[in-house]
């Protein structure tokens, strides 16, 4: 093993390297974690089936049902087995799969369950040096606890289930550091999406970010996991963040954390993660904090995004190759080049999703709405990522301030973050969303998506139209 400086992905990656990369092919890879959700997992566990093969480590493995579990309130699985008999179906199975293999399975009525990407951490399944793998683009937001975690294909997850392994090339590194301190009223989504309109949805392509630098260092476990979340969105294959003392913090105690000595043990690894000083890294950039603003997309994917207060480009201002796909999405949003978009009309607002359904999300869209009214003929929603997050939002009285402004307070899931149930946008209608994608369609046919934070989503909910949250609270 080489005594050069060494950066935090070349340190997880040997530590996890069962075969190299040799003659073209690809390196094996051991997998410490294997999340599994309802969607992608029912053919890769009729693969094993097939093939009359097992899981090789349950114990290392772990189920949630999250994208197709109604959140609407009261609504149990009998009658959402007659309104949508598909969801109920996927539920079904990996119920089955689960039972039939062994699998731990955080179900329908556990009070742990919960999104993938929010239950795994709560639960301190998640921990730093860690390869974690599932079936679901966005499980990059585990990285933010110095993890290697990404998203696989379906037959990858049966080829996890089986060997515990994975064949991947390895990835190069790329230093996204931002420096400073944030402005008042900046959240670490505004921080992402000023990240990948700086660096475009391909900029990371082959890469795994490292987020670095002052600002990183400053935000908590929450604002760290959006950031990572939506690495995806800017083309790579994953992000992290070194662990440090708040990572060890938010992990002690949890209920899947190594306790006693095992504790100091890993510990005394964990804080030996960070990258070297004097690390080379293939690829950086570095941004300026204090110059972001409060962000929001106006086209179809995430790296169309503007400061909230400034207009769509105009079509001088888009790559040439680019202004096909810019033409495209202002015709499906309804919107033109030049255009402002405070004020624009909106119909929906929508926080939840992986990417800021935490606690630290909650609090932060209530102290926008706290004593205020959600504009009429607006429909707010509100879904936790967990049952646990639900029922802390609850103590902390959030839920009530949520119902008072008359936003509708649901259960725990995906929701309309891809509209896999009866939480979705109708064609025409605008949706300020704190998810991570604005692609044609996500959250219902023909539905259109402006992605912002938390407290934009809140304030655009109370004046009807896209809103700094500054304005209100100020």
């Not at 990407?117 to 709560?122: R, S, T």
């Not at 690495?231 to 899947?256: F, H, K, Q, Y």
């Not at 119909?347 to 992986?354: I, K, N, Q, R, T």
Request: glycine share 12%.
């Amino acid at each position: 093993m080489s005594s050069a400086p060494r950066t935090l992905l070349d340190k997880i990656w040997d530590r996890h390297l069962v075969r190299r990369a040799q003659g073209g092919l690809p390196a094996t890879l051991y997998i410490d974690l294997h999340l599994v959700h309802e969607v992608t997992s029912p053919q890769a566990f009729a693969e094993l089936d097939a093939r009359g093969l097992r899981v090789r480590r349950p114990d290392r493995t772990l189920a949630t049902m999250d994208h197709s579990t109604p959140t609407e309130p009261g609504l149990d699985l009998d009658r959402f087995r007659v309104i949508d008999a598909q969801c109920a179906n996927q539920l079904e199975a990996l119920r089955r799969n689960c039972a039939q293999h062994g699998v731990p399975l955080i179900d329908w009525g556990d009070e742990r369950r919960g999104i993938v990407h929010v239950m795994g951490p709560e639960q301190g399944a998640t921990q730093p040096g860690m390869t974690i793998v599932c079936g679901d683009s966005h499980t990059s937001t585990h990285g933010a606890f110095g993890a290697l975690a990404f998203g696989i294909g379906t037959s990858e997850v049966g080829h996890v289930l089986a060997t515990q392994c994975l064949l991947q090339h390895r990835p190069e590194t790329f230093e996204v550091r931002v420096d400073g301190a944030l402005q008042e009223g900046v959240a670490a989504k505004d921080v992402v999406l000023a990240i990948i309109h700086r660096l475009g949805i391909d900029g990371g392509t082959g890469c795994v970010f490292e987020f670095t630098g002052s600002v990183i260092r400053s935000l908590d476990m929450e604002g760290r996991m959006t950031i990572c979340n939506m690495s995806i969105e800017g083309g790579a294959r994953a992000g992290m963040v070194a662990p440090d003392e708040v990572t060890l913090a938010w992990l002690e105690g949890r209920p899947l954390a190594p306790r006693g000595e095992r504790w100091e043990e890993a510990c005394e690894l964990w804080r030996s993660l960070p990258s070297d000083e004097g690390a080379r890294y293939d690829h950086g950039v570095v941004l300026d904090g204090a110059a972001i603003e409060p962000m929001i997309t106006y086209g179809t994917n995430p790296g169309m995004s503007v400061p909230i207060g400034g207009a769509i480009p105009s079509a001088d201002q888009i790559p040439e190759g680019s202004r096909p796909s810019f033409d495209k999405a202002l015709r499906y949003m309804g919107l033109e080049a030049g255009q402002p978009l405070r004020g624009q009309k909106i119909d929906v607002v929508f926080v939840g999703s992986c990417t800021n359904s935490r606690l630290a999300d909650l609090r932060a869209a209530a102290a926008v709405l706290r004593g205020r009214k959600v504009a009429s003929g607006v429909r707010m929603l509100v879904v936790p990522g967990s049952q646990q997050v639900k029922r802390q939002a609850e103590e902390e009285g959030l839920a009530e301030v949520f119902r008072q402004a008359g936003a509708d307070w649901r259960e725990a899931g995906c929701s309309m973050c891809l509209a896999m149930n009866g939480d979705r946008l109708e064609p025409g209608q605008y949706a300020v969303s704190t998810t991570n994608r604005n692609f044609e369609g996500r959250q219902g046919s023909g539905g259109r998506t402006f992605l912002a934070s938390p407290q934009v989503a809140a304030a655009s909910a109370l004046t009807g139209r896209i809103t700094d949250a500054r304005e209100v609270t100020s």
